[in-house]
């Protein structure tokens, strides 16, 4: 009986000693993950944290510490913030106000985890909520705790994001898609003028086989890969983005980021990381294809940290963002003004409204002058960075902010927006649902507010055709005429890459434009642009393909009715294929067919009939908001007799009709635009009832083109100098 007693005790000691020291062994492991993962949050390294933090909530999923921890670090991570609202929430049932972070044995969370249950809450879009866990923290905490300063903050922003959500403006958010996001961080793009060229910054792995490998180079920041600038060109037959390439001045063990590019492609601003926390800005010219030769832009830089720069598009304003002491709060918007001896001004803090005593960032004044878009992360915000929209008045100050409203801003951090040259399109960074990575770049369509300051531009490009890209040698000249001023010019070399090009032009001024190769003209055109007050563009695309550039087509018919011998050129030289010219407004549009687009015949003769035909015209001036005819009848008849004999001759014609207004005011019509384009809409009318009446076979004409313009000297109150204004006042038809 001794003997069994003693073999039972002898059983209960060993079973007992190996489940201690399985628990022992347990015990030991749990404390060395949990040091771990605390080891890595003081250091920042959240991403790292949360794995090894999921994996002690797994096992220990009662355990309110192990889960706050968990929520705490899925907060601060790039993907899962919303994650974190679940292990929060559990957590917020055992909390224990004596609690000390470094103690692996404790099982309760710190009071800290009502104000990060309430960011988590505001994360989800549910600001009462959010409130709520926020003031509990309040009452729970000391005054002098290190939070209470940005909860009260983040109760405002809260009470922002409310009013936001319940008004959404009528934006339209496209993803603009795989070819240029990834499923890592891609922010801060930056366009030109024209939407020809996209320039973005990525933490993805490097793919291009031409640059060194960012394979396992990570920052010791937050375990990412560094940032790199990438490049995407507009494809304007498809109207897509073509595969983004990486900037040649990237580094793969430092980082560098998109900041600004100049309205026409030709200096790229770039931000690149000095590895000690601060980091300068950085300029880089195009030559044909790629930038090359960055330099440090003097003007902006300093010990401090600047991480952000906009120019004007004529270059002589520049803003930029910097933390530099004096400022209104942590980072601000600062200006710079080109002196006349070339030189940059000192610099200016903008002040309020725009700085506030929190941060501003990622300014981009539109090539109107006048239109401002930053963010910041001040008590106007609905959560982080939110997009805000202000102008300069009459008296040179900045009209107080627009918050420019959910769904384009979130609760999240909203930056980098810019827009094209007409201000519809809208492209910016954010971390929408449904997104490919942690960040997405985003088109935002805007509606039809344009600027409001009067700016023109000349866009187009030069179409390769089946060459691979544009021949060199090709320089844009675009003179003034007004005024005689001959030596204004502006020089420019389209992208190789697509052939884009983009000028800003001013209303009311006559332009000459010529196209070179080798110093050789190989087109030019001449147009005055309308003194219209709004936005105003001008396409012009030129196709690669039938007539050599560096030629002039002198070929000539002698007889009317006579044949024309056409001949093959090879397309192995650089050609000239098609021409076309469009004005938005006024849809005109002009095309040279190349040899191929023509009807042949058996023997290889292209055979039509031409007629040597005067084209016949009619115009009339009008007083204030006059139109039709009038007592210009007779006048009227004789030129419809004129356009029966085209018919006869040719067997169809052709109508160009151009209403016009001066920029005298007027009631009737509302604006002048609209005075203008009644104009051209009743000639319209007149001129088919007139043909009809005649028993003139109306599908015999086509109207080419319409344009409603609205011209002259800049109105000055003085009306009734007639003589000044009625040259403008009209209505013109030609047919030919």
């Not at 070339?342 to 239109?371: A, C, R």
């Not at 030019?524 to 003194?531: G, I, K, M, N, R």
Request: glycine share 6%; net charge negative.
């Amino acid at each position: 009986m001794k003997l069994k007693f003693l073999i039972f005790a002898l059983t209960i000691l060993i079973t007992d000693s190996l489940y201690s020291q399985e628990e022992s062994k347990d015990k030991s492991e749990f404390k060395e993950k949990f040091e771990a993962a605390n080891s890595l949050m003081d250091d920042n390294f959240h991403e790292f944290a949360k794995e090894i933090w999921l994996e002690l909530v797994k096992e220990n999923p009662e355990n309110a510490n192990i889960n706050y921890k968990t929520g705490y670090c899925l907060l601060k991570s790039a993907n899962n913030k919303k994650d974190a609202f679940s292990y929060l929430n559990f957590a917020k049932n055992n909390v224990n106000e004596r609690y000390f972070p470094l103690d692996y044995s404790l099982e309760t969370a710190p009071i800290e985890v009502y104000y990060y249950l309430g960011k988590s809450f505001h994360l989800n879009y549910k600001p009462d909520s959010a409130i709520f866990y926020f003031n509990k923290f309040i009452e729970s905490s000391g005054k002098k705790h290190f939070l209470k300063e940005l909860v009260y903050h983040d109760i405002k922003q809260c009470e922002i994001a409310k009013k936001q959500l319940a008004n959404p403006k009528n934006y339209t958010l496209e993803n603009i898609g795989d070819i240029i996001n990834s499923s890592y961080s891609d922010f801060s793009p930056v366009i030109t003028a024209d939407e020809s060229m996209l320039f973005f910054t990525s933490r993805r792995l490097r793919t291009d086989t031409n640059q060194v490998s960012n394979r396992g180079i990570y920052s010791p920041q937050d375990g990412k890969h560094f940032e790199d600038v990438y490049v995407s060109y507009k494809n304007f037959k498809t109207n897509q983005w073509d595969t983004p390439e990486l900037a040649d001045f990237n580094r793969p063990n430092s980082n560098q980021a998109t900041v600004s590019v100049s309205a026409d492609g030709q200096f790229l601003y770039f931000y690149k990381d000095d590895n000690q926390g601060n980091g300068d800005i950085y300029i880089s010219e195009r030559d044909d294809i790629n930038f090359y030769s960055p330099k440090k832009l003097a003007a902006v830089n300093s010990p401090a940290w600047e991480t952000h720069v906009t120019t004007s598009i004529d270059g002589n304003k520049m803003y930029f963002v910097s933390d530099r002491e004096g400022g209104y709060g942590g980072r601000d918007i600062y200006r710079l003004v080109k002196l006349p001896n070339g030189e940059w001004s000192q610099p200016l803090n903008v002040g309020p409204p725009i700085n506030t005593p929190f941060d501003e960032d990622s300014p981009f004044l539109h090539p109107d002058g006048k239109t401002f878009y930053y963010s910041s992360n001040g008590e106007q915000s609905m959560g982080g960075f939110d997009i805000f929209h202000t102008e300069l008045n009459e008296e040179g100050k900045w009209t107080t902010p627009i918050n420019m409203g959910y769904p384009l801003n979130t609760v999240e951090d909203d930056l980098y927006f810019t827009t094209n040259a007409d201000g519809k399109n809208g492209y910016y960074a954010s971390s929408h649902e449904g997104g490919y990575g942690e960040k997405d770049i985003y088109k935002v369509l805007l509606g039809d507010d344009k600027p409001s300051e009067p700016l023109a531009i000349l866009k187009g490009y030069i179409d390769p055709g089946s060459l691979p890209q544009i021949p060199a040698g090709i320089v844009i000249w675009v003179y003034d005429l007004t005024d005689g001023n001959e030596d204004l010019f502006q020089q420019y070399t389209p992208n190789r890459r697509n052939g884009s090009y983009v000028f800003s032009l001013i209303p009311c001024h006559e332009y000459l434009v010529e196209y070179t190769q080798n110093e050789e003209i190989f087109y030019s055109t001449e147009f005055t642009l309308p003194c219209e007050s709004n936005y105003q563009e001008i396409n012009k695309v030129i196709t690669i393909g039938g007539i050599p550039l560096n030629e002039k087509d002198t070929s000539s018919v002698d007889d009317a009715n006579s044949e024309t011998t056409t001949s093959t050129v090879e397309n192995s030289e650089d050609y000239i294929d098609s021409e076309t010219t469009t004005t938005t407004d006024e849809g005109h549009q002009d095309d040279i067919y190349s040899e191929e687009d023509m009807p042949h015949c058996e023997d290889g003769i292209t055979r039509e009939d031409i007629y040597d035909i005067e084209p016949v015209s009619f115009q009339i001036f009008y007083g204030y908001n006059e139109k039709g005819i009038g007592s210009e009848k007779e006048r009227f008849n004789k030129f419809i007799e004129g356009i029966d004999e085209i018919i006869k001759t040719a067997g169809d014609v052709k109508i160009e009709l151009e209403g016009s207004a001066s920029t005298v005011p007027t009631r009737s019509y509302q604006n002048n635009k609209n005075l203008a384009a009644q104009r051209t809409l009743n000639a319209k009318e007149i001129l088919k009832k007139k043909l009809i009446a005649l028993g003139i076979d109306i599908s015999k004409f086509t109207i080419v083109s319409e344009n409603s313009l609205v011209q002259g000297p800049r109105y000055q109150g003085d009306y009734l100098n007639k003589s000044k204004y009625s040259k403008y006042q009209y209505i013109k038809i030609t047919a030919f």
